[in-house]
T-cell receptor, first 111, second 113 residues
Framework: RKEVEQDPGPFNVPEGATVAFNCTYSNSASQSFFWYRQDCRKEPKLLMSVYSSGNEDGRFTAQLNRASQYISLLIRDSKLSDSATYLCVVPFSGGYNKLIFGAGTRLAVHP | NAGVTQTPKFQVLKTGQSMTLQCAQDMNHNSMYWYRQDPGMGLRLIYYSASEGTTDKGEVPNGYNVSRLNKREFSLRLESAAPSQTSVYFC????????????FGSGTRLTVV
């Protein structure tokens, strides 16, 4: 099993839609989780951190299910500018502040 | 406000050539990393440097070497480039002991022909 797995998509949604992505992870000891956003041909940038059961920031909600070892990202009222690839990220099980990146889920929001 | 600066942004190499990718950060971060990103795959860690003077192998170190020149600079060297090393390379930095909020450079697109 890969350490971090994501549905690659693409998710094609109209503006205003609500969309959710899931991510599963293998290291049950992980305490922190992250969602990064990567625009086409750009570097990844931190979108949200998740340390407990979840986190909310405006239209974005991240939820954590430790029992099932998955993290979700919910985007409400999708905007054209939300079109990007969303990377699920988990600290490396081997130690010192290294991150394991999922392959990403691509979102395309259309008018 | 430079953050993490990578050079060059684009490079084409012939098989067997060598080159060094440069990375510099101005945020006084202790830890620096080199990742590669290939289509359909997540970023994979090549090497990292927890602090000045230390370097360690990541997930895919074969064919690469690194140098932590000082606290600001962390370079990645390809001694004999191979087509399998065609990729986008990202350098990142973070505060020591912090996993939240890596800062990435804008990447180097390398093609080996």
């Amino acid at each position: 099993r890969k350490e971090v797995e994501q549905d690659p998509g693409p998710f094609n949604v109209p503006e205003g839609a609500t969309v959710a992505f899931n991510c599963t992870y293998s290291n049950s000891a992980s305490q922190s989780f992250f969602w990064y956003r990567q625009d086409c041909r750009k570097e990844p940038k931190l979108l949200m951190s998740v340390y407990s059961s979840g986190n909310e920031d405006g239209r974005f909600t991240a939820q954590l299910n430790r029992a099932s070892q998955y993290i979700s990202l919910l985007i409400r009222d999708s905007k054209l500018s939300d079109s990007a690839t969303y990377l699920c990220v988990v600290p490396f099980s081997g130690g010192y502040n290294k991150l394991i990146f999922g392959a990403g889920t691509r979102l395309a929001v259309h008018p | 406000n430079a953050g993490v600066t990578q050079t060059p942004k684009f490079q084409v190499l012939k098989t067997g050539q060598s080159m060094t990718l440069q990375c510099a950060q101005d945020m006084n971060h202790n830890s620096m990393y080199w990742y590669r990103q290939d289509p359909g795959m997540g970023l994979r860690l090549i090497y990292y440097s927890a602090s000045e003077g230390t370097t360690d192998k990541g997930e895919v170190p074969n064919g690469y070497n690194v140098s932590r020149l000082n606290k600001r600079e962390f370079s990645l060297r390809l001694e004999s480039a191979a087509p399998s090393q065609t990729s986008v390379y990202f350098c990142a930095s973070s505060e020591a002991g912090r996993v939240d909020g890596y800062t990435f450079g804008s990447g180097t697109r390398l093609t080996v022909v």
